[in-house]
């Protein structure tokens, strides 16, 4: 999805082992217009509940949103 | 349907133990199952396993039988259940049903894990398989982090606080304090609780699980037969699993287990109870939120009440109905594949009035509730005084 709002999220302190040069890093389940769900990780500023995101840029396979 | 009961238990201390391995732990708590129910090897007629993940955490399969051949288990069908943090709540649901359908008299039910060799962030790794790791797991969502989301949507939705969380951990490590086999044996305070550090935001260290080694076992047979094994026979009044999606992004409402609401229904109607009736419980609070919504989805109390609840103190080994007098996930500590038969023990525990400085009075309806992964195994079991 290109847009969505931030249903939930979390930073993350403790990593598992194959993202503990990532940490801590966020990661939310966001909520498109037709209200299909991912998730996904949150570069650059940090969002809470009810944000709008938007789609950043795809790292290894890995969707980034950021704060729309 | 035969009406089944526990006629023996049997459980290692919970806790870090670099010299024992996997197969060690759980023919300490088999054994100890075997002599409790006066029974021999010989007689068993089926042994159920539950572990969630020996192969990534030790590197050894087919453990059912590797485990049953250590205890003298010969021929006997051997199988190991694998559901998760839930997975010897499964084995001992479908060991139920075999006994209760007249297949098997004697099943031996044995729950283990063995966890502490490998790092954190290894464990991490591997816990998160118990998620969908072509989904959350790819993207670095650990289990705190699948919690901490749900955690920060439950306070989002229904206001609950840091310091309800909080409340879980300090009345769970008041309560394993007590308990001779607990893993951390620890008082906490509300100050420190609230200043732990952060794990997945907004859950600290104090609201997260032990990483534990230990095995817990459970001999079934049917009621009719039990007296032949014990004078302290445990009934099996419900027992229900269920089943949910496993990514918690495909789930609508992630402030509630739909499997665990679920099996709570089962196991109510099947039992001829309600929530009214449930005098004391063991609740899977692998974080403190989620013993929090447990007690919602078990109707305890209304959806959203639970952080309240938390903080009254109706759930404190005095309160009305006390949660987790074992210490719970939090403080006795949570071998993942022990956990479910471990609860089943320390509910029988107090049925039987051999819980020590934890001993209720009120002793004579429990409930366990053993949750897998973020909600897609649930089991819900009631166990009475005969």
């Known amino acids: 999805m290109k847009t969505g709002t931030v249903y939930t999220e979390t930073v993350v302190h403790a990593a598992p082992e194959q993202f503990v040069a990532d940490a801590p890093y966020q990661l939310a389940i966001i909520v498109g217009k037709d209200g299909a769900r991912a998730t996904v990780r949150i570069s650059g500023e940090r969002v809470s509940i009810g944000d709008a995101v938007e789609f950043a840029e795809d790292r290894s396979g890995i969707a980034f949103y950021r704060k729309a | 349907m035969r009406p089944v009961a526990i006629v023996g238990i049997g459980k290692t201390a919970f806790g870090a133990f670099p010299d024992r391995d996997l197969r060690s732990l759980a023919v300490e708590a088999g054994q100890k199952c075997l002599a409790d129910a006066r029974v021999s090897a010989s007689q068993v007629e089926a042994f ?15 453990l059912a039988p590797y485990i049953a051949g250590a205890l003298g288990i010969n021929g006997a069908p051997c199988t190991r259940f694998e559901a998760a943090c839930a997975s010897s709540g499964a084995a001992f649901a479908h060991a139920v049903a075999a006994v209760a359908a007249g297949i098997h008299d004697l099943v ?13 962030a290894k464990v991490a790794e591997i816990l998160a398989g118990a998620g969908d790791m072509s989904g959350e797991g790819r993207v670095g969502a650990t289990f705190p982090a699948l919690f901490a989301m749900i955690a920060r949507r439950h306070m989002y939705q229904y206001g609950t ?62 009621l009719e037969r039990a007296a032949e094994f014990t004078s302290k026979a445990v009934r099996i009044l419900g027992v229900a699993q269920t089943s949910d999606q496993v ?19 089962k196991a109510y109607k099947m039992a001829g109870l309600g929530p009214a009736d449930i005098q004391f419980a063991e609740l899977h609070d692998c974080f403190t939120i989620a013993e929090i919504i447990a007690t919602e989805d078990l109707g305890f109390v209304k959806k959203g009440e639970g ?80």
Do not use: W
Request: overall charge positive; hydrophobic content about 40%.
């Open chain 2, 307 to 386: 952080g309240p609840y938390a903080l009254s103190g109706q759930t404190s080994l005095t309160g009305e109905r006390p949660i987790n007098t074992s210490g719970g996930l939090k403080s006795k500590g949570h071998p993942v594949g022990a956990t479910g038969v471990a609860q089943l023990c320390d509910v029988a525990m107090q049925i039987r009035g051999e819980a020590g400085e934890r001993q209720l009075t009120r002793n004579s309806i429990g409930l366990a509730q053993n949750l897998g992964g973020s909600g897609a195994t649930a089991v819900v079991t009631i166990l009475g005084a005969q």
């Open chain 2, 108 to 120: 031996l039910v044995c729950g283990v894990e063995k966890m502490t060799s490998q790092t954190t």
């Open chain 2, 48 to 62: 159920h396993l539950g572990n969630f993940a020996g192969p990534s955490f030790v590197g050894q399969n087919h």
């Open chain 2, 247 to 265: 990514a918690l992004d495909s789930k609508e409402d992630i402030t509630t287990f739909r499997a665990v609401r679920l099996a709570a229904e």
């Open chain 2, 161 to 222: 606080t840091r310091e309800q969380l909080a409340a879980v951990a300090v009345k769970n490590h008041a309560n394993g304090f007590k308990n001779p086999q607990a893993h951390m044996r620890k008082l906490i305070t509300m100050e420190q609780a609230l200043a732990g550090k952060p794990i997945s935001e907004p859950l600290t260290v104090y609201d997260c699980s032990l990483i534990s080694d230990g095995a817990a076992a459970i001999m079934l047979a049917p």
